[in-house]
């Protein structure tokens, strides 16, 4: 139990376009979804986090316009990378947490981003 | 607000010898503690966690790792290591009430030599 997917798994877009990446849940209801950002070689820095049907928390620094977040269902949440530029080309990972599930967070497998 | 520290940024060890991954933490509430391990280009796989109860908490792959309240610490280890535990290994923690954000490490990159 407790899986979460991301889809894609690799996306390359060109610079000014925008890009959705897609977080699930697949065996519980996730009350929380937290979006994550991973630079090469460095760690996990949380970008924002999102409760379902409520407007997303983002993490200072973090533009909101730019990595817009949607969560619209307890198995669903979306990132989108507006306009991006070749410095938003990073590994994105999201997680989840459901009441089912106590307090742990479950990760999905990551989405690399490249804007070219 | 939580801090974690991973001192090593590389760990080289040889195989079949044993290994600590050194984290510590600071908080001034009860945690949870966890060790993922994360190999290239994917995601984080969870090695144990630390919720409550016995501070020596066995993981998967053989990785064991112990809560120390007084040192505030939460160390990894492993008796005897292999090629295939070469990866870069994370500590996080988080505060158990409230928005359950996780703070990680900076990471520590294990490599196994023959």
């Known amino acids: 139990g407790a899986v979460v997917s991301q889809h894609p798994s690799r996306v390359i877009c060109k610079s000014g376009t925008s890009v959705k990446i897609e977080c699930r849940s697949l065996?519980?209801?996730?009350?929380?979804m937290f979006w994550y950002r991973q630079f090469p070689k460095q760690s996990l820095m949380l970008m924002a986090t999102?409760?379902?049907?409520?407007?997303?928390?983002?993490e200072q620094g973090v533009e909101k316009d730019k990595f817009l977040i949607n969560h619209a269902s307890l198995t669903l949440s979306t990132l989108t990378v507006t306009s991006a530029h070749p410095e938003d080309s990073s590994f994105y990972i999201c997680?989840?947490?459901?009441?089912?599930?106590?307090?742990?967070?479950?990760f999905g497998p990551g989405t690399r981003l490249t804007v070219t | 607000a939580q801090s974690v520290t991973q001192l090593d940024s590389q760990v080289p060890v040889f195989e079949e010898a044993p290994v600590e991954l050194r984290c510590n933490y600071s908080?001034?509430?009860?945690?949870?503690l966890f060790w993922y391990v994360q190999y290239p280009n994917q995601g984080l796989q969870l090695l144990l966690k630390?919720?409550?109860?016995?501070?020596l908490v066995k993981g998967i792959n053989g990785f064991e790792a112990e809560f120390n309240k007084s040192q505030t610490s939460f160390h990894l280890r492993k008796p005897s290591v292999h090629i295939s535990d070469t990866a870069e290994y994370f500590c996080?923690?988080?505060?158990?009430?409230?928005?359950?954000?996780?703070?990680f490490g900076t990471g520590t990159r294990l490599k196994v030599l023959a």
């Open positions: 997680s989840a947490r459901g009441r089912r599930w106590g307090d742990e967070q479950y």
């Open positions: 065996d519980f209801q996730a009350t929380t």
């Open positions: 999102s409760n379902e049907g409520s407007k997303a928390t983002y």
């Open positions: 908080s001034s509430v009860s945690v949870y």
């Open positions: 630390y919720l409550s109860g016995s501070t």
């Open positions: 996080a923690v988080t505060q158990n009430s409230g928005t359950y954000k996780y703070i």
